[in-house]
Each structure stands twice: as C-alpha cells, then as structure tokens.
C-alpha cells in the first residue's frame, strides 16, 4: 500500500504541473491587439438631423483624485482627427458660441493605479472637464442612456458627443461615445488609425442621409 | 481534496467487493493520458482548433477480470484568435481581436468493461464515464475578458485498447477514442461536443 500512495503522490504532482500548461493569450498579444474600440450610439437618434459641431480646445484628464484640462502633442493629434473625421461625414465645425448641433468633449481617462468602477453618469454637470458654462449651457449637466456600460481599470480615452439642440428637461443627452482602451492608447502615433477606426465602426454618423 | 477523499472512499468500497478471478496483475491500477482534442458542433463556432493541450488521468480498480470502476480527471484547453472585427450590439459597436477559450477539468466516475481475459496480448475495451466537468469560457476582447466559470453535467463513452508490455506485465499501452459531452450553454456555445483520442499508460500497483 506504501508503494501506492507513492505512485498515487506522483499522479498528483503530475496533475498540479500539467494544470499550469494552460496557455495565456495576454501574453502573445501585441499593443495593437491588446486595444478596443468602442463606440455608444442613441439608436433613436437620426444623425442626420446635425449640421454643426464644436469641440473642446483642449482635452480633459480624468484620474481617481482630479480632473484637469491638457493641450499636449497627444491632446492636439486628438482634436485635429476627430475634427476632421466629422468634417469628412459632411458636419460643419463652428465655434461653440455660433450654437453649434452637437458639443464634442474629449477626455483621458487614467485609473491605472486604482481601479474604481467608473460611471460616465458622473460626468454630469461637473466642471472641469464637463462645463456646461463652456458649452453656453449654465445649470445643465449631460446625461447617458443607461444602455451605456463603461468599466474602467486602466488607461482610456473617451469621446463624447452631446446634443445641445434638444435638451430633455434642463439636461443634454449625449447621443454617441467612443471609447479606446487598452496598451497604448495614450501613445500619440496610435491617434490616427485609432480614431479612423471608431468612425469607421460608425457609418451612422453622418450629416446627410445619402 | 474532495476528489482525492472520493477515490479513497471508491478503493475501499471496492476492496469489499473484491472476488476471487484469475489474477494476472493486481486489480488496482492508474492511468495517465495525453489527449488532443476536436471540438464539433456550436462549440467549433466558438474556438475551431484541433486541441493539442489536453490529458487525463485516473484510477481503477478491477472488480473481475473484464469489468473495472474507477474515477477520471482530466484537462482539455480550446484556443482560438480572431484578427479584429467589429461585434455589434444594440447601440453599441465593438471593434477587437478575440481570443476564445474555454478550459475544461472533468471528474468522472467511470466503468470499463474489456472485451478479452487480461493474460492476451491486446486487451480491447469499452468504457463510460458519467460525472461533471468545470468549464471556464474567456472571451477576451483585445486585453479585456468576458468569463464564466460552471459547472456542468457530463459524459463520455470510450472505445480503446490496452497492450501490456510482455505478458502479465502491470504495465500496459493504452490508445483508445472517447466522445464527450455536456449539456453546456454558454454565449454561443449550445452544448459541447468533443472527439477525443488518448494515447498513455496504465500501471497496475497493488
């Protein structure tokens, strides 16, 4: 019986190291594959029904502890490629005291060191990197749909874009987000192709129905 | 720990039922496999690849000489990575490489049944193995998962044979192709299905 609880001991050693043969696809994985683009959109709005826009002139960064505006290398590369990519759907860029259809608000997320559940509801009529004063809109804050489901534990960069033409009892919806996740979505070589393919998952938003 | 306890419990049990048969080698033994695995149906929608990360292992005891009980354990990993595309959801649109797996360890209690006296050269048998199987699903979009971890009922029917290493020998060659299933519903997996051949050993030891 000695001998079988020997070899019975083996068996289990053999079974706990085989166990640990499991492969883990985190670790064949590149920056680029590591990442995911996704976007948000109000199903029940036409987007056609839009003519212009404004954006932010700088972007927000949002942490655990403060919020704060940047304009970086990264922040600029930002701006200038979603701009242009609404432009390209046919919208119109105004300055935002021009009433613009649509406000864009840019953020960097940053919970890398402590993860938190993150509700973009919070946003709400926060100052900061939400003003409603900057939009024109004193008193409103932004409201999702509560279809919008965003959990943070990393580095993020989110784009937003609010309704100013049809606020719902003192708030304004927003209509349609993206969201960048993933390594290296703060990295600015990364801002091309990662906006092109937000707006490339989005063949919705344009200005005409055509 | 509970499955150790349960083999325990399942050698004594059987030691009471021990009769007397023509005793070629000890009655009880243990197994250990290498296992590729193929998955059919809504499971090869999941992850396609043949399986090559697979094993079982197991101990048996030998009521007589054609009929065994014993219990079974085991792991199988599917794989596989999707080049990005866009998952699209109600208002929400999802661009992201996949990758798809789902890790399986079954414990099951099993019978075999073997077609010929234990003293020939090739010992055909036949066997089945009822029991349950843990299944942990990852879907990972990019470096993000989506994961469950169950338990679910299964079964596996199992056609081989045994070759012993000299006649009487308690060491024997073991190749045999076993079918699996489990009533498993998970995202788009409808039930799991699995085609799997073992190649290994069995050791007769007391």
């Known amino acids: 019986m000695k001998k079988a609880m020997l070899v019975m001991c083996a068996a289990l050693g053999v079974t706990l190291s085989f166990s640990s043969c499991s492969k883990d696809p985190l670790k064949d994985m590149t920056e680029e594959e590591s990442r995911i683009y996704v976007t948000n959109y109000d199903d029940s709005v036409n987007f056609s029904s839009y003519r212009t826009f404004s954006i932010v002139d700088s972007v927000a960064v949002a942490t655990n502890t403060n919020e704060r505006r940047a304009l970086t290398d990264y922040d600029k590369q930002l701006i200038q490629d979603v701009t242009r990519s609404l432009e390209a759907r046919g919208y119109t860029r105004v300055d935002r005291a021009a009433k613009p259809d649509l406000a864009v608000n840019l953020t960097r997320i940053d919970n890398t060191y402590s993860a938190v559940y993150y509700n973009p509801g919070y946003w709400s009529g926060i100052g900061g990197y939400y003003d409603p004063f900057y939009w024109g809109f004193p008193g409103y804050g932004y409201y999702w749909p509560s279809y919008y489901q965003v959990y943070q534990q990393e580095r993020a960069v989110s784009i937003d874009m609010v309704d100013l033409k049809n606020p719902r009892n003192n708030q304004l919806v927003a209509v349609w987000n993206a969201m960048l996740r993933g390594s290296g979505v703060w990295n600015v070589s990364n801002v091309n192709s990662m906006v092109s393919a937000v707006f490339e998952q989005s063949a919705y938003l344009k200005a005409t129905n055509n | ?206």
Do not use: C
């Open chain 2, 1 to 206: 720990m509970k499955s150790i306890k349960l083999w325990i419990l399942l050698v004594a049990a059987s030691l009471g039922v021990h009769s007397a048969f023509s005793q070629v080698r000890s009655p009880l033994s243990i197994n250990a496999d290498y296992s590729v695995a193929q998955p059919f149906g809504s499971l090869k929608d999941y992850a396609n690849k043949t399986s090559f990360r697979g094993w079982r292992a197991g101990i048996q005891y030998q009521l007589n000489d054609q009929l065994a009980i014993g219990i079974r354990s085991g792991f199988q990993e599917f794989y596989e990575r999707v080049p990005r595309a866009v998952y699209a959801d109600k208002g929400t649109d999802i661009s992201a490489v996949q990758t798809r797996t789902l890790q399986v360890t079954p414990i099951l209690a099993t019978v075999q049944y073997q077609l010929t006296k234990p003293d020939a050269a090739v010992i055909p048998y036949v066997g089945l193995g009822i029991g349950t199987a843990n299944m942990v699903y990852n879907k990972y979009y990019g470096q993000f998962t989506d994961r469950y971890n169950s338990w679910q009922f299964a079964a596996s029917p199992e056609i081989g044979i045994n070759i012993p290493f000299g006649k009487g020998s308690p060491v024997l060659f073991n190749a045999s192709v076993q079918y699996s299933y489990s009533p498993y519903k998970q995202q788009e997996i409808t039930s799991y299905n699995v085609l799997q051949g073992n190649v290994g050993l069995r050791v007769h030891i007391n």
